[in-house]
């Protein structure tokens, strides 16, 4: 089967750095990406790791372990703005599987 | 421009009804998806189509049919209304080759009543 785990709430404040885990599992495993989706919004993609590593996109990074099937998303310099539901999700066998989300909440 | 649209936003009904909802993307994507998101928010895949023909098709009751008439098109058609059918049912398109890089449309919020 197919599945990713991430936790289902994060508290931060604002200014802070926060690391988002996601760990899989998933066949024919391509890579790990990254959306971020507002209240009343459409998930919007942040990232996409298909190597082991850490990529960088402004305030945000995303990380990569194949070995460990772990990834994580770091947002830097929090802003109110950031609070949003965070999903990962891993391609593979010609489809992309989205963990449950987690949603920060950045405080002031 | 809108990448990604649908319509209706909004679709409330009643309990057995038959409805559509419609899908276009600008962006000369090969490959369109279905996802449904619960109340939870969790965000399940239910059809993708990659130049108009069907690659992935979930466990979903047969009530839904999704139909692609070119490739810049893919409308959803649900028969028979449940109340478990009520969620937000996002379109979203990707190159074939970047399935990771999907677009969204803005969702459709469908209330069974």
């Known amino acids: 089967g197919q599945s990713l785990e991430q936790p289902s709430e994060v508290t931060a404040v604002e200014g802070a750095i926060v690391q988002i885990n996601c760990t899989y599992q998933t066949s024919g495993f391509y890579g790990l990406s990254w959306y971020q989706q507002h209240d009343g919004g459409a998930p919007t993609f942040l990232s996409y790791n298909a190597l082991d590593g850490l990529e960088e996109t402004g305030r945000f990074s995303s990380f990569l372990s194949r070995s460990d099937s772990y990834g994580y998303l770091l947002l830097q310099e929090l802003q109110m703005k950031d609070s949003a539901s965070y999903f990962c999700?891993?391609?593979?066998?010609?489809?992309?599987?989205f963990g449950a989300g987690t949603r920060l909440f950045v405080k002031a | 421009d809108t990448a990604v649209s649908q319509t209706p936003k909004y679709l409330v009904t009643q309990m057995g009804n038959d409805k559509s909802i419609k899908c276009e993307q600008n962006l000369g994507h090969d490959t369109m998806y279905w996802y449904k998101q619960d109340s939870k928010k969790f965000l399940k895949i239910m059809f993708s189509?990659?130049?108009?023909?069907?690659?992935i098709n979930e466990t979903v009751p047969n009530r839904f049919s999704p139909k692609s008439p070119d490739k810049a098109h893919l409308n959803l058609h649900i028969n028979s209304l449940e109340l478990g059918d009520s969620a937000v049912y996002f379109c979203?398109?990707?190159?074939?080759?970047?399935?990771?890089?999907?677009?969204f449309g803005p969702g459709t919020r469908l209330t069974v009543l």
């Open positions: 189509y990659n130049n108009k023909e069907l690659i």
């Open positions: 979203a398109s990707s190159q074939a080759q970047l399935l990771w890089e999907q677009f």
């Open positions: 999700a891993g391609t593979g066998g010609f489809k992309t599987i």
